[in-house]
């Protein structure tokens, strides 16, 4: 409980967490050892890598032919393609941002409900980071503590 404490702590001192979370996680943590906020989410899988690129056409060729992966039809915004890697896994391609970098990484939470994992991470002193999803999607981001995004869902 010592090392919650101390990252609860270090996120109140830089200013990601407010004062009203702090005290929140603090009594949940209080409240009963272990508890659910400090127990974490339970992922099932890497869902998907979404990497930033210049050129959508010559990326998607790329991992359709070096790994026979195969363009989800899905509605995609105009500046991503979607490339299914097998039954599990998908690589998300992005013409935005700084090429060559990776945006997020999606994992599945099992028996995902997006507000009760939302109120468990709030517990734990981490703030979802509600974004514009593409339409479906239910999920949302949570900045690691180096500031990577990572997509739960």
């Not at 299914?84 to 990484?105: K, T």
Request: hydrophobic residues 40%.
């Amino acid at each position: 409980m010592t090392t919650v404490v101390s990252r609860l702590l270090n996120r109140y001192e830089r200013g990601t967490v407010t004062r009203r979370e702090l005290i929140a996680a603090l009594v949940a943590l209080a409240a009963g050892t272990p508890t659910e906020a400090a127990a974490g989410v339970k992922v099932s899988r890497i869902d998907h890598i979404s990497l930033q690129v210049s050129d959508l056409q010559r990326s998607r060729d790329f991992y359709a032919s070096v790994f026979t992966a195969s363009v989800n039809r899905n509605p995609r915004p105009d500046n991503e393609v979607r490339l299914d890697l097998g039954d599990n896994a998908n690589i998300v391609l992005r013409r935005a941002g700084e090429p060559g970098q990776v945006n997020h990484l999606g994992v599945r939470v099992e028996g995902f409900d997006r507000a009760s994992v939302a109120q468990q991470l709030r517990g734990a002193g981490i703030t979802p980071v509600d974004e514009p999803n593409v339409p479906g999607t239910v999920g949302f981001h949570v900045l690691d503590p180096d500031g990577f995004r990572v997509q739960l869902l």
